[in-house]
């Protein structure tokens, strides 16, 4: 599940909706959307970010966070390491061996790292 597929999970819980009647009112199929928060689907477009920011009233700054959370939701990252110093392209390439065997706690301080 990427973070943004559990923030719209997040938000449905909330509001007391079903998937089935999210996707009706969006008019997406149920399966696009379980798809979507479960990060087997590419991130939605502009479009559709704007349909769901209405869907949940979502305006101004918590429009923009739900915006930059798809952002960083991509289920398949390709990273470009062309130009990239040694070190920084030994770690993109440990990290994308070693992502699954990461535990929480390691994932979590690494995300501090980065987000600092």
Request: with cysteine; glycine share 6%.
């Amino acid at each position: 599940m990427t973070p943004f597929g559990a923030r719209i999970r997040e938000l449905r819980e909330e509001k007391g909706v079903t998937l089935s009647e999210m996707a009706s009112a969006i008019g997406v199929s149920a399966a696009y959307l379980s798809s979507l928060e479960h990060g087997k689907r590419p991130r939605p477009t502009a479009a559709r970010l704007d349909q769901i920011c209405a869907y949940f009233d979502i305006i101004w700054d918590d429009a923009e966070a739900l915006k930059e959370l798809a952002q960083l939701s991509r289920p398949r990252v390709a990273i470009d390491c062309a130009g990239l110093s040694p070190e920084a392209t030994e770690l993109v390439n440990l990290l994308g061996v070693r992502i699954r065997r990461l535990d929480q706690g390691t994932i979590e301080a690494m995300l501090k790292i980065l987000k600092a």
